[in-house]
């Protein structure tokens, strides 16, 4: 079975630009979440989608939102984008996203250099 | 806010060597996770604990749950070329989301052949 997948790999923008980013979890996994990670930094949780609802929100500006489409597949958008925002974008995915029950899957990433 | 501190931020072993990392979080936690991240990779799941002094093993690795829920450590007994990466550590104060969930800064370790 696949893992989950994420594109693209790479991306360069300039500072003010928008950017969406693209996640496919693990086959039959209904939960998606998004974290920043920044270089020398751990994951930092952005949002998470069960079942195409928001179930958790991280301290990220409005500039950030996501979206979970009916085949569980995600999306995250920033706009505006700022230097600060160069990081590693890492979509992980799981069954029904109990954090204390289940395992989460982290994809590859996505990584994002600003300019 | 909570805050969840990991030490040390690197560590240089001889092959062979025995490595342990530590977390720390502010608050007491409902379970902790560990990752492991590869050079280049993205983490990968490593284990879950839940209750108050927990020890938990996987071949040469040991991973505790404080008595307090607020710490816990990964030790890993004679190291490998193939443990090189950095160790994350992953507080949860909820049982139904990651929204509450916060990454320690992660362990360095380099294996010297």
């Known amino acids: 079975d696949a893992g989950v997948t994420q594109s693209p790999t790479h991306l360069i923008k300039t500072r003010g630009q928008q950017v969406t980013l693209r996640c496919s979890p693990i086959s039959g996994h209904k939960s998606v979440s998004w974290y920043q990670q920044v270089l020398g930094q751990g994951p930092q949780f952005i949002f998470q989608y069960y079942e195409k609802e928001e179930r958790g929100r991280g301290n990220f500006p409005d500039r950030f939102s996501a979206r979970q489409f009916p085949n569980y597949s995600s999306e995250l958008n920033v706009n505006a984008l700022l230097l600060g925002d160069s990081a590693l974008y890492l979509c992980?995915?799981?069954?029904?996203?109990?954090?204390?029950?289940?395992?989460?899957?982290f994809g590859p990433g996505t990584r994002l250099l600003v300019l | 806010g909570q805050q969840v501190m990991q030490i040390p931020q690197y560590q240089h072993v001889q092959e062979g060597e025995d490595f342990t990392t530590y977390c720390n979080s502010s608050?007491?936690?409902?379970?902790i996770q560990w990752y492991k991240q590869r050079p280049g990779g993205h983490p990968v799941f490593l284990i879950q604990?839940?209750?108050?002094?927990e020890v938990k093993k996987q071949k040469r690795l040991t991973f505790q749950f404080g008595e307090a829920k607020k710490n816990s450590s990964l030790h890993i007994t004679a190291t490998q070329t193939t443990d090189v990466g950095t160790y994350f550590c992953a507080g949860l104060t909820s049982k139904t989301s990651y929204d509450k969930v916060i990454f320690g800064p992660g362990t360095s370790l380099s294996v010297i052949p």
């Open positions: 608050t007491t936690l409902s379970n």
């Open positions: 604990l839940v209750k108050s002094g």
């Open positions: 992980a995915s799981s069954f029904a996203g109990l954090a204390g029950a289940e395992t989460q899957y």
